[in-house]
């Protein structure tokens, strides 16, 4: 792993101030909830979060992200509190950066880097680890200036530094051969991988999918009664895990891996897609939704693009509206200018909306209270049921 440049260190309580733009078309309250998830990412990561900073703007500025003048306000906080971070909640070119660094006087980090060096701290087998490690190389390739004062001292053998060669050169040389040897390392592990997938015979698979910290792993831990590690914090879970699960006389393949995320960056995506072909090769997904969210529509609508860019958008999907324990609806001002959202409907009426007239089959449970899992179990049943008797059509003791 990339220890150098972890980008938090967590040796003691440190603080970040937290910076985003309204575009324009965007609603305050909407920015405010982004601002409080790159928060609850923060603490993930070991750091306080303290202040949030927002400015309207059409577009980014494109030399220092925000106006001249919203960054002197920042930079004049920065001092009188002693802020350690300042966290940007979209991804900063490396100019934008630099830029701001200066400003500020502090390191600043952007929403990409926040996130890959909680994957960083997350990942625990060797598998997570080079696919989190390729993903850091690829994000700090074009951020080398500035950021490593260098790699390796030299780099032995004749002919290996021409003459003239700069310090940058050669560090870009030098992780371009790592990414390079990352990826190899990937595609060895990724052949085993397939291999045990295909050792797995033809028993029916669902996959868990859902936007991090919707309680996947808890559903796991009830329906497979195992013990897969779940916290209340961001990407608990980075490595896929499969359990054997038999409701009744049928028996299924469950498996449950990283959450997604808003912005769930390009890189990370990239490597971690041999990890979600137990997403594209499932005869299921179980997209598990914390309904408990004020902003859960639009995670829901996060999923469903990652879901379309993985290639994973036509598998049957079973909507499990979990955390009704804490559930509170919004009261509704009729009077009010703004269109009534989900969140301002009850549980009973939310049943009687969209999310479960549609044709994807859906139930509403707590999992920490288990409540409807039962219903859940028998839900479950039924869909496997079905998939079975198609590849088994001789298994009469299914009827």
Known sequence: MIKKE????????????????????????????????????????????????????????????IGRGKLEEIAAYIEDN???????????????????????GIRVIDRTGLILDIFAQRAKTAYAKTQVELAQYQYLLPRLTGMWTHLERQR??????????????????????KIAKLKEQLKKIDRQMASQR???????????VGYTNVGKSTIMNLLAKSDVFAEDKLFATLDTTVRKVVI???????SDTVGFIRKLPTQLVESFKSTLDEVREADILMHVVDISHPNFEEHIR??????????AQEKPLFMVFNKIDAYHHEKYDEFSMQEKKLSNYSIDELKETWISKEHTPCIFISA????NIEKLRSDLYKMVAEIHAGRYPFDNFLW
């Open 368 to 371: 920490i209270e288990k409540t």
């Open 248 to 254: 009744g006389n049928v028996p299924f393949l469950l």
């Open 198 to 208: 295909g050792n797995r015979g033809s028993l029916v698979r669902i996959s868990l």
């Open 82 to 104: 002693g802020i350690d971070y300042l966290i940007f909640d979209d991804e900063l070119s490396p100019s934008q950066l630099r830029n701001i660094e200066q400003a500020v």
């Open 302 to 311: 996060v999923v469903n693009q990652t879901l379309l860019e993985i290639g």
């Open 156 to 177: 032995g053998g004749i002919s290996m530094r021409g003459p003239g060669e700069t310090q940058l050169e050669t560090d870009r040389r030098i992780v371009l051969d």
């Open 6 to 65: 972890q980008i938090i260190k967590g040796r003691h309580e440190e603080t970040a101030a937290f910076v985003a733009i309204i575009p324009q078309g965007v609603d305050d309250r909407e920015v405010a909830e982004y601002l409080e998830e790159l928060q609850f990412l923060a603490e993930t990561a070991g750091v306080k979060g303290e202040k949030s900073f927002t400015q309207k703007l059409q577009k980014p500025n494109t030399r220092t992200y």
